[in-house]
């Protein structure tokens, strides 16, 4: 009697788990792009963060004109802010960055439209 719980309850989780990671992997895909693109910074000067919002932490800072290789678009949806994740390589020194910039200053022509966001419910 206590294998068929056990065996029992470890079927549950091993179904409960499959659902989780199948979610995931959905909501995954719908914020990456289909294929990385190459742009230029248009801002002046623009901090590229460490994750998706303006209060994270700061791993450098871009200038108009470096050069951005980004895959994947983030929607902040609390600021309703676009935002990309890529590689941003300065000109002056040649470092590269890697980390979230925000979507207006790395996609100026756009050039690649951002996905619509989902709707609210």
Same mark, same amino acid.
């Given at each position: 009697?206590?294998?068929?719980?056990?065996?029992?309850?470890?079927?549950?989780?091993?179904?409960?788990?499959?659902?989780? %990671? /199948?979610? &995931?992997?959905? !909501?995954?895909?719908? #914020?990456?792009?289909? +294929?990385?693109? @190459?742009?230029?910074?248009?801002?002046?000067?623009?901090?590229?963060?460490?994750? %998706? /919002?303006? &209060?994270?932490? !700061?791993?450098?800072? #871009?200038?108009?004109? +470096?050069?951005? @290789?980004?895959?994947?678009?983030?929607?902040?949806?609390?600021?309703?802010?676009?935002?990309?994740? &890529?590689?941003? !390589?300065?000109?002056?020194?040649?470092?590269?960055?890697?980390?979230?910039?925000?979507?207006?200053?790395?996609?100026?022509?756009?050039?690649?439209?951002?996905?619509?966001?989902?709707?609210?419910?």
């Amino acid at each position: 009697m206590i294998v068929r719980q056990r065996v029992k309850r470890a079927a549950v989780a091993g179904a409960l788990g499959l659902a989780v %990671a /199948s979610g &995931g992997i959905a !909501t995954a895909s719908t #914020a990456q792009a289909a +294929d990385t693109a @190459t742009d230029k910074i248009s801002c002046k000067a623009i901090k590229v963060h460490k994750s %998706a /919002s303006k &209060g994270s932490t !700061t791993v450098g800072i #871009a200038y108009k004109g +470096d050069k951005i @290789t980004y895959s994947q678009w983030v929607y902040q949806k609390s600021k309703k802010t676009w935002w990309v994740h &890529g590689t941003v !390589t300065r000109k002056s020194d040649h470092k590269k960055i890697r980390g979230y910039v925000v979507y207006q200053c790395a996609n100026p022509y756009n050039t690649w439209p951002a996905p619509t966001p989902p709707i609210p419910k």
